[in-house]
């Protein structure tokens, strides 16, 4: 959905709706002939915002308000998704209550009252953005994936010719490592019982690794 500021047609309409604010609601103070900056700032301040979101948030005002909307009251419409605004008021209220009498209601309050104050600290979410981001990593994780088979590749030829060259003995599979370690046991007088059970979980039998 395009923000406000690359929707045209929305501008208009949220142009539409200011002129009606100045029209229909209590101004208190404010005058006809600031109309232009008061359009200004509003745009300026819900351009980023879906166009859509914007003009059905002033049209939601509208249906509730006597009085001439600020940019925040509807910024906090959209954010609510036409519910009231949340009010530092009210959470400082629900705070101060002990926790076994908060109502589920309350809960949810400080939980969204908390997370929109979280969100204005770091700012908006760009969908668009964290997508991108996590495309990167994808990228990133698939080609850190490759470098470690190739790393892996490169070693074992580095192996084999440091084992034709006589440098390296030939590495031990695991099986011949349980083998050998069956073997130990053995010999440092291991009861039958802990020498079955270490075969049977390297899924080694006792009478081939004898």
Same mark, same amino acid.
Request: aromatic share 6%; hydrophobic share 35%; charged share 30%.
């Given at each position: 959905?395009?923000?406000?500021?690359?929707?045209?047609?929305? !501008? $208009?309409?949220?142009? %539409?709706?200011? @002129?009606?604010?100045?029209?229909?609601?209590?101004?208190?103070? =404010?005058?006809?002939?600031?109309? *232009?900056?008061?359009? !200004?700032?509003?745009?300026?301040?819900? %351009?980023? &915002?879906?166009?859509?979101?914007?003009?059905?948030? &002033?049209?939601?005002?509208?249906?509730?308000?006597?009085?001439?909307?600020?940019?925040?009251?509807?910024?906090?419409?959209?954010? =609510?998704? %036409?519910?009231?605004?949340?009010? /530092?008021?009210?959470?400082?209220?629900?705070?101060?209550? @002990?926790?076994?009498?908060?109502?589920?209601?309350?809960? !949810?309050?400080?939980?969204?009252?908390? @997370? /929109?104050?979280? *969100? #204005?600290?770091?700012?908006?979410? $760009?969908?668009?953005?964290? #997508?991108?981001?996590?495309?990167?990593?994808?990228?990133?994780?698939?080609?850190?994936? $490759?470098?470690?088979?190739?790393?892996?590749?490169?070693?074992?030829?580095?192996?084999?010719?440091?084992?034709?060259?006589?440098?390296?003995?030939?590495?031990?599979?695991?099986?011949?490592?349980?083998?050998? +370690?069956?073997?130990?046991?053995?010999?440092? %007088? @291991?009861? +039958?019982?802990?020498?079955? !059970?270490?075969?049977?979980?390297?899924?080694?039998?006792?009478?081939?690794?004898?």
């Amino acid at each position: 959905m395009p923000a406000l500021r690359e929707n045209r047609e929305a !501008q $208009d309409r949220l142009d %539409g709706l200011i @002129a009606g604010c100045f029209v229909i609601q209590k101004l208190y103070g =404010r005058q006809p002939e600031n109309i *232009e900056i008061i359009n !200004q700032t509003f745009h300026s301040i819900l %351009g980023k &915002f879906p166009a859509n979101a914007v003009t059905r948030a &002033f049209e939601v005002w509208l249906e509730r308000s006597q009085e001439f909307p600020t940019p925040a009251d509807i910024v906090g419409l959209i954010k =609510r998704n %036409g519910k009231p605004p949340l009010s /530092q008021a009210v959470y400082i209220a629900i705070q101060k209550k @002990a926790g076994e009498d908060r109502s589920p209601e309350d809960w !949810q309050y400080l939980r969204e009252y908390e @997370a /929109q104050q979280r *969100e #204005e600290f770091e700012g908006p979410h $760009d969908a668009r953005q964290a #997508e991108e981001v996590q495309q990167e990593n994808r990228r990133l994780r698939i080609e850190l994936i $490759d470098f470690r088979k190739e790393c892996k590749r490169l070693a074992k030829l580095l192996h084999e010719a440091r084992i034709v060259k006589g440098i390296e003995p030939p590495l031990r599979t695991t099986e011949e490592k349980v083998r050998a +370690t069956i073997t130990a046991m053995r010999e440092s %007088g @291991a009861s +039958t019982e802990d020498v079955e !059970q270490f075969a049977r979980e390297h899924g080694v039998s006792v009478e081939v690794a004898a």
